[in-house]
């Protein structure tokens, strides 16, 4: 079956930590993106990347990183940087340009301890 | 700067009623709308996609108009399931590469 996988499904970090979500995708799809979702709000772009080696900083981006070596794969760092880190987070994909229809994985809970 | 709003933040209906949802967007120079779901502690699914040059977009129990002049989009929702029980959320393409969405409409039907 086609589609994204996000993991962890839960995941707990203590302050100070960095800790990385992964995004995984066998869609084929060239961009991919990783949002944020906030408890009454609509999402919000962190970063996006429309091709291998390259990536874009959304709306949100402080505090967070992202690498883009494989075409399936877009890793997200939280770092300690990120004073407000708790939210659930998205990752989605897209064939080509964000126009298109965004495929979403199941999302991973962060809970700062 | 693109703004989508829904409206109602929450709905509930008893089983069998027609509904509608509403999304309205500040900006009508859109390329598309997209309506998705998302179940408690999901990802998002996506419902429907609408182009600009369209005016309507159905897909089984629902249907989806766009309104671009007047900055709105409808999602009709026909004899209601308690299966359809979600959060409905719009969203529009904003510089090519973003997406702006709304806060969703938390949907419940009661049986």
């Known amino acids: 079956d086609g589609g994204i996988t996000q993991s962890p499904k839960y995941l707990f970090r203590k302050e100070g930590q960095n800790v990385t979500l992964s995004c995984e995708q066998n869609l084929n799809h060239d961009a991919m993106y990783w949002y944020r979702q906030d408890p009454g709000q609509g999402l919000r772009l962190i970063y996006y990347?429309?091709?291998?080696?390259?990536?874009q900083k959304g709306d949100i981006a402080e505090g967070y990183s992202v690498s883009r070596e494989k075409k399936e794969s877009f890793p997200l760092t939280v770092t300690s940087a990120q004073k407000n880190p708790t939210a659930f987070y998205l990752c989605a994909s897209t064939l080509g340009r964000g126009t298109d229809t965004q495929y979403f994985g199941p999302g991973t809970r962060l809970t700062v301890l | 700067k693109q703004e989508v709003t829904q409206i109602p933040a929450a709905l509930s209906v008893p089983e069998g009623e027609n509904l509608v949802l509403n999304c309205s967007f500040t900006?009508?120079?859109?390329?598309?709308l997209q309506w998705f779901r998302q179940d408690p502690g999901k990802g998002l699914t996506s419902l429907l996609l609408i182009q600009s040059s369209q005016r309507e977009q159905t897909s089984g129990r629902l249907n989806a108009s766009l309104d671009k002049s007047s900055g709105r989009s409808t999602l009709y929702i026909a004899a209601s399931q308690p299966g359809d029980s979600a959060t409905y959320l719009c969203?529009?393409?904003?510089?090519?590469?973003?997406?702006?969405f709304g806060a969703g409409t938390r949907l419940t039907v009661k049986p």
């Open positions: 969203a529009v393409p904003y510089n090519n590469n973003d997406m702006r």
């Open positions: 990347s429309q091709i291998v080696n390259d990536f």
């Open positions: 900006d009508s120079a859109i390329y598309n």
